[in-house]
C-alpha cells in the first residue's frame, strides 16, 4: 500500500512539475517579442517596441512613441492649449540574469527626439529642470541622451510578458522658449542639461 502511495505521489509530482519545465525550455527558445508601454497607452500615445535576442543572456530593445494631440484647458473647455507633443526613439541593450525575457535584467540606453510643451500644471522642480514654468510657457525643440535602467519580467502565459522598468540618466535638451502655451512670439532659446528618470515602463509583450 505504501508502496502504491509513494508511486502515486511521485506520479502527481511529475506531472504538476512538467508544464512548467515545458515552459521554461519554450521561454528561453523565444527570440523576439512585439510589445506595448501601457503607461503611454493611458495617455493616448502611440507606441510600439520590440525586443530580440542578440547573445545567450542579452538582447535589443528599441521602442518608439508620438503623440501629436492637443487637449482641452480644464478651465474652458472650448480652448485647446495644454500641449504635451513628442516623439521619441529609445534603443536598449538589456543583460538578464537568467533567460532572455525572463526574470531581472539590467539596461543600458540611449534616446532622442522633439518636442512641443506647453499650457501644463506641473508644480515641481526634479534635479534643477523647473516644469512649472511649462503652465505659463512653451518650449519647442529636440533633446538627445543615455542612461541606464533595471526591468523585472513576469511571465504571464507561453506567449505572453509583463515587464516593469525604470530608468535614470541625462539628456542634452536644445529648446526654444515662447511666452505662452498655444501662440505667442519666441522670447528666448537655449540648452539644458536633464538629470532624472529617462525610462519608465508597464509593458505588454507577445513572444514568438
Known amino acids: 500500500m505504501k508502496r502504491k502511495l509513494l508511486f502515486f505521489l511521485f506520479f502527481a509530482l511529475l506531472l504538476n512539475g512538467t508544464p512548467a519545465l515545458i515552459g521554461m ?4 527558445a523565444q527570440n523576439f517579442a512585439l510589445k506595448t508601454n501601457l503607461l503611454y497607452d493611458a495617455t493616448a500615445t502611440i507606441n510600439a517596441g520590440m525586443e530580440f535576442k542578440i547573445a545567450p543572456r542579452w538582447t535589443m530593445d ?6 501629436g494631440w492637443m487637449t482641452p484647458n480644464d478651465s474652458d473647455p472650448a480652448t485647446i492649449e495644454p500641449k504635451w507633443k513628442h516623439w521619441m526613439v529609445q534603443p536598449e541593450a538589456r543583460y538578464y540574469f537568467c533567460n532572455p525575457f525572463s526574470r531581472h535584467f539590467f539596461g543600458i540606453h540611449a534616446h532622442t527626439g522633439n518636442f512641443n510643451f506647453g499650457g501644463m500644471n506641473l508644480p515641481f522642480n526634479l534635479f534643477g529642470t523647473d516644469f512649472r514654468e511649462l503652465k505659463e510657457q512653451r518650449y519647442q525643440g529636440w533633446f538627445v541622451g543615455g542612461g541606464i535602467s533595471y526591468g523585472y519580467v513576469i511571465a504571464l502565459g507561453v506567449h505572453w510578458n509583463l515587464e516593469f522598468v525604470l530608468g535614470v540618466g541625462y539628456s542634452y535638451v536644445d529648446y526654444d522658449k515662447f511666452l505662452c502655451p498655444d501662440c505667442g512670439k519666441q522670447v528666448g532659446s ?10 519608465a515602463a508597464v509593458s505588454l509583450a507577445y513572444l514568438f
Open 190 to 199: 537655449g540648452t539644458h542639461h536633464y538629470v532624472g528618470p529617462t525610462k
Open 25 to 28: 525550455r519554450t521561454a528561453s
Open 62 to 67: 528599441i521602442s518608439g512613441n508620438f503623440n
